[in-house]
């Protein structure tokens, strides 16, 4: 119904649009019951997968299934409960910022190929106050929520930290788990704080954070997938000495191969390339395995890049990841995406006679 019916009317419009018009859409579905049955409707099947051999566990959070609606999709955090409705076990709100930020000048979002987008949004936030003010109505509701830190364009990098620890105490008691967002292409500088130097001191402050609002809850950091394997190794190194639960690999890539292969004025313009690019599949697909292969066992991988449907779900689970985040993916794929990978990946494991998703988490990892 998504792809004949939906998409036509929201492809009259630019992508930024499209988005905002897709994510009012659902949060106008939460309004009531019947509208949420009726939001179902558009989910695979018409209704909500369910299997309790997709259940995964995040450092003691325990998800449904795999999938997460990635950062970036329901930046202030208004359509949490129609993401679940159409089969998601998690959203990961923001990256939320602790002051309000109107991001890039538009246009800023392009859809480049069918299911490709190259964004240069940069933080565009209502800030932590709002997105605390919009999650609320979810309290109760036992849908984990994830928060992605963010941090605003003009805070010095020696006051990352402190920023960082800010958000985190302010969105506390709506967070299943955390995510330190340091690999956005889009903010100036803002890679540079996967430095081990500076990444010590924002899970410190966000550890301490956690401690003061009562106990710590599952962190983990999202890299680039633009680093080089030994900039990841210390990477791991630090998230390890400082107990964190895990790493989600990875974010958009501004590798200009990958975004010249649409185009000319993509190869150098600003902003990440995502979605369904083979390449950029694979090389996030080789950065969990790496992950696993090293830290496996201390860590837990959130894998993102690429994934739009059971194949190149379970090619990302086998990798290494325990979870999975879409972002890109329900524009491309639409609103049964989570349905079709769900319901995918069980007949992967009934075809295989497995009993849990745990099972096959990174047996192809050496490969």
């Known amino acids: 119904?998504?792809?004949?019916?939906?998409?036509?009317?929201?492809?009259?419009?630019?992508?930024?649009?499209?988005?905002?018009?897709?994510?009012?859409?659902?949060?106008?579905?939460?309004?009531?019951?019947?509208?949420?049955?009726?939001?179902?409707?558009?989910?695979?099947?018409?209704?909500?997968?369910?299997?309790?051999?997709?259940?995964?566990?995040?450092?003691?959070?325990?998800?449904?299934?795999?999938?997460?609606?990635?950062?970036?999709?329901?930046?202030?955090?208004?359509?949490?409960?129609?993401?679940?409705?159409?089969?998601?076990?998690?959203?990961?709100?923001?990256?939320?910022?602790?002051?309000?930020?109107?991001?890039?000048?538009?246009?800023?979002?392009?859809?480049?190929?069918?299911?490709?987008?190259?964004?240069?949004?940069?933080?565009?936030?209502?800030?932590?106050?709002?997105?605390?003010?919009?999650?609320?109505?979810?309290?109760?509701?036992?849908?984990?929520?994830?928060?992605?830190?963010?941090?605003?364009?003009?805070?010095?990098?020696?006051?990352?930290?402190?920023?960082?620890?800010?958000?985190?105490?302010?969105?506390?008691?709506?967070?299943?788990?955390?995510?330190?967002?340091?690999?956005?292409?889009?903010?100036?500088?803002?890679?540079?704080?996967?430095?081990?130097?500076?990444t010590v001191e924002i899970i410190k402050a966000i550890n301490q954070a956690m401690d003061e609002c009562g106990q710590r809850k599952p962190l983990f950091v999202k890299i680039a997938p633009d680093l080089t394997f030994d900039a990841i190794d210390e990477l791991l190194r630090v998230a390890i000495d400082h107990s964190v639960t895990g790493i989600i690999a990875s974010n958009s890539t501004i590798n200009p191969d990958l975004k010249g292969k649409y185009g000319v004025r993509w190869r150098n313009s600003p902003g990440g390339l995502s979605g369904d690019d083979e390449g950029y599949r694979k090389m996030t697909t080789e950065i969990v395995s790496h992950i696993y292969r090293r830290a496996g066992d201390k860590l837990n991988i959130i894998g993102v890049g690429g994934v739009k449907d059971a194949e190149t779900a379970l090619e990302k689970i086998k990798a290494g990841a325990k979870a999975l985040q879409l972002v890109t993916a329900i524009r491309g794929e639409g609103t049964a995406v989570a349905g079709k990978i769900n319901r995918g990946i069980a007949a992967y494991l009934d075809r295989e006679g497995i009993s849990s998703l745990e099972e096959i988490v990174g047996i192809d990892s050496n490969k």
Request: no cysteine; proline share 6%; aromatic share 10%.
């Open 1 to 198: 119904m998504y792809k004949e019916i939906i998409r036509p009317i929201l492809n009259k419009f630019d992508s930024e649009t499209f988005h905002e018009l897709a994510r009012e859409s659902i949060h106008v579905a939460e309004l009531s019951p019947f509208t949420l049955k009726l939001l179902e409707l558009f989910a695979d099947k018409h209704s909500r997968f369910e299997d309790k051999r997709l259940k995964t566990t995040l450092g003691g959070l325990e998800l449904e299934n795999p999938l997460i609606v990635g950062a970036g999709w329901d930046k202030a955090g208004r359509a949490v409960l129609g993401l679940w409705h159409l089969g998601f076990a998690s959203v990961e709100v923001g990256s939320v910022l602790e002051y309000e930020q109107p991001g890039n000048p538009k246009p800023r979002l392009f859809m480049v190929s069918s299911g490709v987008a190259i964004n240069w949004l940069a933080f565009n936030s209502p800030g932590m106050d709002i997105v605390a003010k919009n999650l609320d109505k979810y309290v109760g509701t036992g849908i984990p929520i994830g928060i992605s830190l963010g941090l605003n364009k003009d805070v010095e990098h020696t006051d990352a930290p402190k920023a960082y620890g800010t958000v985190a105490k302010r969105m506390y008691d709506y967070a299943g788990y955390f995510a330190i967002n340091v690999s956005s292409p889009n903010t100036p500088g803002l890679r540079k704080l996967q430095d081990k130097e500076y």
